[in-house]
């Protein structure tokens, strides 16, 4: 089993900056795969960016160049930068993971293990 708990969610202005954080807790496979999602009231859960165990990294079209995703292994802990934030931003955000795996997938039912989430308001 696999514990994950978010955390660095918050509010701030357009253009602002923050910084999320995922620790992950129990058996952790030496193959695996971690994404950030996020979800907006009444819209789909979608993810956001995703790295696996290569440090191979893949992002949404709609934050390349603005978030960074980044996993810290000897802390087991799972960041991701967000820049140039904007309104359309704001969501609920979510840590994800999936074990013995290295091609990840962009689907939440890809993974099996889920944070309980932290929110992200960005106003204008």
């Known amino acids: 089993q696999v514990q994950l708990v978010e955390s660095g969610g918050g509010s701030v202005q357009a253009g602002g900056s923050l910084r999320l954080s995922c620790a992950a807790s129990g058996y952790f496979a030496m193959r695996y795969c971690m994404a950030w999602f996020r979800q907006a009231p009444g819209k789909e859960r979608e993810g956001v960016a995703t790295i696996n165990s290569r440090m191979e990294t893949s992002y949404a079209d709609s934050v390349k160049g603005r978030f960074t995703i980044s996993m810290d292994n000897a802390e087991n802990t799972l960041y991701l930068n967000m820049n140039s934030l904007k309104p359309e931003d704001t969501a609920m955000y979510y840590c994800?993971?999936?074990?013995?795996?290295?091609?990840?997938?962009?689907?939440?039912?890809?993974?099996?293990?889920w944070g309980q989430g932290t929110q992200v308001t960005v106003s204008s």
């Open positions: 994800a993971a999936r074990s013995d795996v290295v091609t990840c997938g962009i689907s939440p039912t890809f993974y099996h293990y």
